[in-house]
């Protein structure tokens, strides 16, 4: 069964400062990779997401995520965060074959300070 | 269109009490989650509905969680005999059930057992 780990609960930066958050899965077969976010008082809504070929996604606001087979990582960055960006981001991994079951790691609350 | 709707939104009941939360999913959506969501938790898969197939059950917690899928649409999660660790918010998400399709989150059932 496949499993991830976001290895930072909390990431702090100051607006305009650029932003990696940590994702690492577990699988023994080829994976589908998702990052969701979660704004204060919102739903969860997709924010990007690697499915096959080329190993750099983009999605909205100016994330970018590289899937890193290798290193089975699947990292989300952004080079200049801002205040509205404000929000939980959680990493979701599913199995290419099967049930496609969805599973999603802790999350990491990210916090812009002025 | 109409998103995922869940109800109710916000549930208190009693320890010991059963309890039944409602997930009305998109329309046309094969594939329907169940997640739990504590504070400092993450999502935790609980269960998995893909058109006909039985459903994937395996992060049900214990055997008072069961939650069923009637004529492919709407769905039900039971809590049985509710105790204080159940308290938490119970999302709701669909899908269009094809390759990598992106998740629809409902707002939630926000549980809290007394």
């Known amino acids: 069964a496949q499993s991830v780990t976001q290895l930072d609960s909390q990431v702090p930066v100051f607006e305009e400062a650029p932003v990696e958050l940590r994702c690492n899965y577990s699988?023994?077969?080829?994976?589908?990779l998702f990052w969701y976010v979660q704004y204060p008082n919102q739903g969860l809504q997709l924010l990007l997401k690697y499915l096959s070929g080329s190993t750099l996604v983009k999605g909205i606001n100016g994330f970018e995520a590289e899937f890193n087979k290798s290193q089975t990582s699947f990292h989300l960055r952004k080079p200049s965060v801002h205040i509205s960006d404000t929000a939980e981001y959680f990493c979701a991994v599913s199995e290419n074959q099967g049930a496609q079951k969805l599973v999603f790691g802790q999350g990491t609350r990210l916090t812009i300070n002025p | 269109g109409a998103g995922v709707s869940q109800s109710p939104s916000n549930k208190v009941t009693e320890k010991g009490k059963d309890v039944e939360l409602r997930c009305d999913p998109i329309?046309?959506?094969?594939?329907l989650y169940w997640y739990r969501q504590s504070l400092g938790q993450g999502l935790e898969f609980l269960i998995y509905?893909?058109?006909?197939?039985?459903?994937?059950k395996s992060g049900l917690p214990s055997d008072r969680f069961s939650a069923e899928r009637t004529g492919g649409s709407v769905s039900t999660l039971t809590i049985q005999r509710t105790q204080q660790e159940d308290s938490a918010v119970y999302l709701c998400?669909?899908?269009?059930?094809?390759?990598?399709?992106?998740?629809?989150f409902g707002n939630g059932t926000r549980l809290t057992v007394t």
């Open positions: 998400a669909s899908s269009p059930g094809t390759v990598g399709s992106p998740l629809h």
């Open positions: 509905f893909q058109g006909n197939s039985a459903p994937d």
């Open positions: 699988s023994s077969v080829s994976v589908y």
């Open positions: 329309s046309g959506h094969t594939a």
